[in-house]
């Protein structure tokens, strides 16, 4: 006897370029490279590959432009805030502030869009601001993995993440 499955069909999440005002609508050339950062826009996405930069950038016929993390960074356009707060971030904050950059350099090898754009270091609190929510999310949790404490993330409806870890 034969048992007919069920077809189920599972769409792909898309990234929301209508929401992100510094991605392009319709899309960009074949092949653009970032003049600042070295990223690579290639099959409908950024990358970091060093040699096809040098490759492509003596060829002469290839695009110059700003990437959008780039852009976000000379604006100060910030969708992800982390505020780390405390006295253990006071005894630990060489540790902690080598734990966010090595979350970052991961994120950047997944998506060259998501970067750091300032760290503010007040004392004992220290205020990140990044181009995408979602890594503001991860330093977040990283950081709450690594040294415990209390951590809050508050999102809100125009793609902003708001994170406070305290300890």
Partial sequence: MKVK?????VAKKGIDTYKDPYLPKEGQH???LCRQCHAIYHNKRWSFNESLYSRKRTHGKTLLVLCPACQKIRDKYAEGFVTLKGGYLKEHKKDILN???NEEDKAMGLNPLERIIEIKDRGSVVDITTTHEKLAQRIGKKVHKAC???LEIKWTH??????????
């Fill in 158 to 167: 125009d793609k902003m993440t708001r994170v406070v870890w305290e300890r």
């Fill in 148 to 150: 415990q404490g209390e």
């Fill in 99 to 101: 734990l966010v950059k």
């Fill in 30 to 32: 074949d092949m653009a």
């Fill in 5 to 9: 499955k069920a077809s189920i069909k």
